[in-house]
């Protein structure tokens, strides 16, 4: 099996990981009063009136009570107002969020955090201001959280609509009604006649939707996990069957359901008939991926595991898809020993940095830098043209990723013995 060429994908993988590391950051904060502010701006929201919103909050400020509070809060307010100005008239595409706020350090300190996230994966929906003590993350969170964009197709003899489920949103796209007569002929034709142009209408009426659906469609293909298709029957049946969809959408249809209505609310229905094989569908690539890496282990050997072994063959330039755990919240540690020796430990985040001693020489290592292990694999990675798979823990082989080989894998190109 080769990988499937997702152009944009790595980056958008990487993009969502960079967000789940901030996320996972912000959930760990406690603000010790109500000081922790978050807003988020959605992408046709003028910078300008966000300031004007930031600087009514602050003078409101000046009536909390709690001393400390009120200066926290204020100082939270200039901060977002100081980020505010790297941007002109509206935020980036998809709007923005921005986190700041005094944090517990530990032993009563406290230290001021500030975080931005530009242009999340969907659009950020509405202006929200909330000052707590926690950042609200949760409506970032849901973002994430969605994964998946499928084709949605409802139709009777009458109208259908396409669109798209893009995570968790459905969203209506084209529709289209058709001039199919009902059952009942008119006076004067003959029986045959009029049967024959009903069923030509039908016909038409079925092109009609597949020009819809490829339209909107074909150019995603690429990118489109599968297509459900929704109405009553016979006429799901009779247009899946007659293959007027494009031949590529036709083997991305993922099932045909029964859905009573073929407005824009069918969508929806269509939607909720199709959970089970959607919530298998979110997890068919991961899958996909780890069997490959679990078949390769077994025969020929063009499989690596582990940090070392991963990161040598990434070096190497013999990886052809580096698998990263979901799971993995850890940072890699670079020793040197006094002979020069440069060893490598992998701990977990937010853990203090251990001793090392070199395994070589047995002398006292130091460590020369610290940062995130995907970070670094995945610098090496985009270095060697190698694509970043992130797979969930949401299945037993995705688990066994994290569990028995350290969250880190790779597909090899040609097996290399390293
Ligand atoms: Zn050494």
Known sequence: MSSDAEEGAPSDDRRRYE??????ELDEFEGSGTQLVTIYIPE?????????????EHSEAS????????????DALTSIKDRLRYYDTFPPDNGMVIFSGAVDSGGGQTEMVTRVLESPPDPVQSFRYHCDSNFLTGPLEDMMADKGLFGLIVLDRREANVGWLKGKRVEPVKSASSLVPGKQRKGGQSAQR??????????NFYQEVAEMANDLFVPKRHELDGILVGGPSPT??????GDYLHHELQDKVLGKFDVAYTDESGLSDLVDAGQEVLADQEVVKDKRQMEEFFENLNTGGEATYGFEQTRRNL????????????????????Y???NDHEEYEVVERRHATPEHTCSECREEAEPEEREDVVDHLMNIADQRGTETKFISTDFEKGEQLMDAFGGIAGILRYSTGV
């Open 315 to 334: 070096v190497m330039g013999s990886v052809d898809r580096l698998l990263l755990s979901e799971d993995l919240h850890h940072d890699v540690v670079v």
């Open 63 to 74: 009536n909390i009570k709690s001393k400390q509070t009120r200066t926290n809060v204020q």
């Open 194 to 203: 009029f049967a024959r142009l009903r069923l030509e209408a039908i016909d």
């Open 44 to 56: 046709d929201k003028q910078v300008s009136d966000v300031v004007a919103h930031v600087t009514q």
């Open 336 to 338: 040197e020993c006094p």
């Open 236 to 241: 799901k049946d009779e247009f899946l069957d």
């Open 19 to 24: 967000f789940l590391k901030v996320l996972d």
